[in-house]
């Protein structure tokens, strides 16, 4: 059973920057491609970002794209998010998520298996 936890949410001003972890549990990390999804009061959760297996490749969502930073430790079974230039809109829960398959669907929820309890960011103006 995979177990993902993550960490590193809290409140920030903007313009600032936050490092978000996920550590994961129970499985080899690096068969699973990792992603990071987010969710705003009233609104349904999104796709932020996602990095493969091998760390080879990452897509990003158009909102954060060149602000935000997907990387992966597999030795350490972590997964970051590096979160620059934040602006009160990042302000979300902020959820990590694996799966041993995504192909072309890596956008979608029900591409993830696993899911972490979420950890909150806010941005304040």
């Known amino acids: 059973q995979v177990q993902l936890a993550e960490s590193g949410g809290g409140l920030v001003q903007t313009g600032g920057s936050l490092r978000l972890s996920c550590a994961g549990s129970?499985?080899?990390?690096?068969?699973?491609?990792m992603g990071w999804f987010r969710q705003a009061p009233g609104k349904e959760r999104e796709f932020v970002a996602t990095i493969s297996k091998s760390a080879a490749t990452t897509y990003y969502s158009d909102s954060v794209k060149g602000r935000f930073t997907i990387s992966r430790d597999n030795a350490k079974s972590t997964v970051y998010l590096q979160m620059n230039s934040l602006k009160p809109e990042d302000t979300a829960v902020y959820y990590c998520?694996?799966?041993?398959?995504?192909?072309?669907?890596?956008?979608?929820?029900?591409?993830?298996?696993?899911w972490g309890q979420g950890t909150q960011v806010t941005v304040s103006s």
């Open positions: 998520a694996a799966s041993p398959l995504v192909g072309p669907y890596y956008k979608r929820i029900a591409s993830y298996n696993y």
């Open positions: 129970g499985v080899t990390f690096g068969t699973f491609h």
